[in-house]
C-alpha cells in the first residue's frame, strides 16, 4: 500500500454509493419517513396542526455527515422534510424545489438554511423555482469561531444552533401559527444564539477515507466547523475544565449575556465524543454560568449535529423567553429530540462516600506498605498489560483503590488488610473490585492483629476457596487464581510457626512461576478471554499483583518488547 493511500476506519461498501445507502438505511430505522425519489426525506404522517388543520410546513437541509442533523429531526412538531446532499455538500436545488412543493399545505413553507455558501445559494434558487407558493426562510449564523467573516465574508456559520431553530418552527407551525409568525419566532432564536466548538481529533471521511484534517497528538483544534474544517487556533489539550473558561466567555459576550439571564444550552458531540464526556463538559458548563448568575433553564446534552465522527464538542447557548421554552417543550415524534429536555439544575460531581479510611495511628506496617507502593508504581504497567490482554481498566482500578493511600501504612496487619479490602470493594467495582476485595477480607479475617505464617495459609486458602466460588475460574484460566492457588500451597506446606518474612519469599516464588506457567496459554476466563489467541504471552495483570503482594519481581517489564 503507497504511503498515501487512504486508510479506511469507516463501514461501507463502494465509495460512490455510500450516501444512497446510508439514506435508505434512514429512512428504514425511521418511524414517520419516506424517501422520495427526487431526493429528500419527508415526513410519512400528514403535515398538519395539533387541530389536524393543514399547518405551515418547515423544511430544513444539509451536507450528510452530520447526522442525526437533519433527517433525524423530521416528524410532526418538527421538520416536514430533509433535503440531504452528498458528505459535507448542500442539496441541489432541485431537491429543494420538490421538497417545498410536496411540502406545503397551502399554508406556506419555511426554509431554516445554515450559513454555508452552498446551502444559501441552493435554497435560494429553490424558492424562485417555485413562485406558486409561499415561502420564507431563516438564515442560521451564531458559530462565534467565524465572527471575523459578519465583516469581510459570508458570515457566522450555522451549526447546532440549527435545531433549536428547527424544533421552534416546527411547535410554532404545530401550533397553527402563519408563516410569518414561524419566521418570525424560528429567526428570533437563530439571532439570539451563539455556538462554539473544539475537537480532539479530526473526522474521518467514509467515501474518501482520509481524516478532515491532520492534528498531532497532544493538540486541540478551537474552532472547528461542522464539515470537518480546521480551527480557528491549534493549542495544547487542556482539562475540560479550562477548555470551558476559555470559550464561554466569547459565547457570553456575543449574546450580551448578564447577571438574570435565562438560556437554552445545548452541549453537542461532534460524531465520536463519549456521552460521559459531553456530560462532564456539561457540568463544568452549569458551574461556569452558575457563579455569573446565568441560568440554564433549558439543557440538550447529546450527540445532535456531527462531523462525522470528529472527537469534539460544541457549546450553543440561546436566549430562552417563556414562549420559546413552551415550544422547545412542545411533544414532538422527531426520533433524534430528546424526549425529555433538561431542566433547571445545580452541578456538582457525583462522588460517593463512604467509611473507606485506613488506620492512622501505631507502627508502621512495613509489608503492606511496600505492597502498596508496588501497587501504585505499578499501576500504569498493569494498565498497558490489561490492554493487550484484556480491556485495559485493571490498573485504573488499582489506582482508584490505592493511589491516594499516603504511604508509609500504619497499624496491625489485619486492621490495613481490613481497609483495603474496603477500598477495593468500594473504589474499585467490576471484576477487580470484587476478587480483590474478596482476598483482603479473607485475609483480614485470617489473622488476629500481625499476619502470620499459620494465618497467611488460612487466608489464602479461604481467598481461594472464595474466588474461585465467586467467579469459577480454575488454575490453569490465566487468571490471578495461576498466582494465588500455588502461593497458598506453598505457604500451607510450611509450618505455622515458621519465620513470616520467610514465608513471604516462598509465597512469591511460588505465585511467580505460577504466572510463568500460563504466560503462554490463552484465557479462560475475564475479558481477556474474549481476545483468544491474541492475549498469549500476555500475564494476567491480576497474578501479577497477586506476587507483588508478597514481594518484589520484576513484571511487568519483562514484557517490553511484547508487539
Known amino acids: 500500500m503507497a504511503d498515501n493511500a487512504p486508510i479506511i476506519r469507516s463501514f461501507r461498501n463502494d465509495p460512490h454509493d455510500f450516501s444512497a445507502q446510508a439514506f435508505g438505511g434512514t429512512v428504514a430505522a425511521h418511524p414517520d419517513a419516506e424517501w422520495d425519489t427526487s431526493g429528500f426525506i419527508r415526513q410519512a404522517s400528514p403535515v398538519v396542526t395539533g387541530d389536524g388543520e393543514p399547518a405551515v410546513a418547515v423544511i430544513s437541509g444539509g451536507g450528510s455527515g452530520h447526522e442525526p442533523m437533519h433527517a433525524g429531526f423530521v416528524g410532526p412538531g418538527m421538520l416536514a422534510a430533509a433535503c440531504p446532499g452528498h458528505l459535507f455538500t448542500s442539496p441541489n436545488a432541485v431537491q429543494i424545489s420538490e421538497a417545498t412543493k410536496w411540502a406545503d399545505q397551502g399554508r406556506g413553507v419555511l426554509h431554516v438554511v445554515k450559513n454555508y455558501t452552498g446551502d444559501v445559494m441552493n435554497f435560494s434558487v429553490a424558492r424562485n423555482m417555485n413562485p406558486d407558493v409561499e415561502t420564507a426562510f431563516v438564515v442560521v449564523k451564531e458559530d462565534i469561531a467565524t465572527e471575523a467573516g459578519e465583516k469581510s465574508g459570508p458570515g457566522r456559520r450555522g451549526t447546532a444552533a440549527t435545531i433549536l431553530v428547527e424544533k421552534v418552527a416546527g411547535a410554532a407551525a404545530r401550533r397553527g401559527d402563519d408563516l410569518e409568525a414561524v419566521r418570525d419566532i424560528a429567526q428570533w432564536v437563530a439571532d439570539n444564539s451563539r455556538s462554539m466548538a473544539v475537537a480532539l481529533a479530526p473526522g474521518h471521511l467514509p467515501t474518501s477515507g482520509r481524516d478532515t484534517f491532520d492534528l498531532g497528538e497532544g493538540d486541540m483544534e478551537v474552532g472547528v466547523g461542522i464539515h470537518g474544517e480546521r480551527g480557528v487556533a491549534r493549542v495544547d489539550?487542556?482539562?475540560?475544565?479550562?477548555?470551558?473558561?476559555?470559550?464561554?466567555?466569547?459565547?457570553?459576550?456575543?449574546?450580551?449575556?448578564?447577571?438574570?439571564?435565562?438560556?437554552?444550552?445545548?452541549?453537542?458531540?461532534?460524531?465520536?465524543?463519549?456521552?460521559?464526556?459531553?456530560?462532564?463538559?456539561?457540568?463544568?458548563?452549569?458551574?461556569?454560568?452558575?457563579?455569573?448568575?446565568?441560568?440554564?433553564?433549558?439543557?440538550?446534552?447529546?450527540?445532535?449535529?456531527?462531523?462525522?465522527?470528529?472527537?469534539?464538542?460544541?457549546?450553543?447557548?440561546?436566549r430562552l423567553t417563556d414562549e420559546v421554552a413552551e415550544l422547545l417543550d412542545a411533544p414532538t415524534t422527531a426520533p433524534a429530540w430528546p424526549r425529555a429536555l433538561g431542566g433547571e439544575a445545580e452541578y456538582r460531581p457525583a462522588e460517593t462516600s463512604f467509611d473507606d479510611t485506613l488506620p492512622t495511628e501505631g507502627e508502621e506496617n512495613g509489608w503492606l506498605t511496600e505492597f502498596v507502593r508496588r501497587a501504585q508504581e505499578g499501576s500504569d504497567d498493569l494498565t498497558e498489560l490489561d490492554r493487550l490482554a484484556g480491556d485495559g481498566d485493571f490498573g485504573e482500578n488499582v489506582d482508584a483503590a490505592f493511589g491516594d493511600i499516603a504511604l508509609p501504612l500504619r497499624g496491625s496487619d489485619s486492621d490495613v488488610l481490613d481497609?483495603?479490602?474496603?477500598?477495593?470493594?468500594?473504589?474499585?467495582?467490576?471484576?477487580?473490585?470484587?476478587?480483590?476485595?474478596?482476598?483482603?477480607?479473607?485475609?483480614?479475617?485470617?489473622?488476629?492483629?500481625?499476619?502470620?505464617?499459620?494465618?497467611?495459609?488460612?487466608?489464602?486458602?479461604?481467598?481461594?476457596?472464595?474466588?474461585?466460588?465467586?467467579?469459577?475460574?480454575?488454575?490453569?484460566?490465566?487468571?490471578?487464581?495461576?498466582?494465588?492457588?500455588?502461593?497458598?500451597?506453598?505457604?500451607a506446606e510450611r509450618d505455622s510457626s515458621a519465620d513470616f518474612g520467610e514465608t513471604l519469599a516462598v509465597a512469591l516464588e511460588a505465585a511467580a512461576e505460577g504466572v510463568d506457567s500460563t504466560r503462554e496459554l490463552s484465557a479462560k476466563k475475564g475479558r481477556a478471554s474474549y481476545l483468544g489467541e491474541s492475549a498469549k504471552d500476555v500475564p494476567d495483570p491480576g497474578a501479577i499483583l497477586i506476587t507483588w503482594l508478597f514481594g518484589d519481581t520484576d513484571y511487568p517489564t519483562t514484557l517490553s518488547n511484547h508487539d
Not at 448568575?293 to 440538550?300: A, D, E, F, H, P
Not at 465522527?309 to 460544541?314: A, Y
Not at 477500598?423 to 483480614?444: K, M, P, Q, Y
Not at 500481625?450 to 472464595?466: D, N, Q, R, S
Open 237 to 318: 489539550v487542556a482539562p475540560a475544565r479550562d477548555i470551558v473558561t476559555a470559550i464561554l466567555p466569547g459565547i457570553v459576550h456575543a449574546l450580551g449575556l448578564t447577571e438574570g439571564d435565562e438560556v437554552a444550552c445545548v452541549i453537542n458531540g461532534l460524531g465520536g465524543t463519549t456521552l460521559l464526556e459531553i456530560h462532564l463538559v456539561f457540568g463544568e458548563v452549569l458551574s461556569w454560568l452558575r457563579e455569573r448568575g446565568i441560568t440554564v433553564r433549558r439543557s440538550l446534552t447529546g450527540t445532535f449535529v456531527t462531523s462525522v465522527n470528529m472527537h469534539g464538542v460544541s457549546v450553543t447557548l440561546t
Open 419 to 491: 481497609g483495603l479490602a474496603h477500598r477495593f470493594l468500594v473504589r474499585s467495582g467490576g471484576t477487580s473490585g470484587a476478587v480483590f476485595g474478596t482476598l483482603f477480607t479473607e485475609l483480614a479475617r485470617a489473622c488476629d492483629g500481625e499476619m502470620t505464617t499459620g494465618a497467611l495459609a488460612a487466608g489464602l486458602k479461604a481467598a481461594y476457596e472464595a474466588i474461585r466460588e465467586l467467579g469459577g475460574a480454575e488454575l490453569g484460566d490465566k487468571t490471578m487464581i495461576d498466582a494465588l492457588y500455588p502461593a497458598a500451597q506453598a505457604v
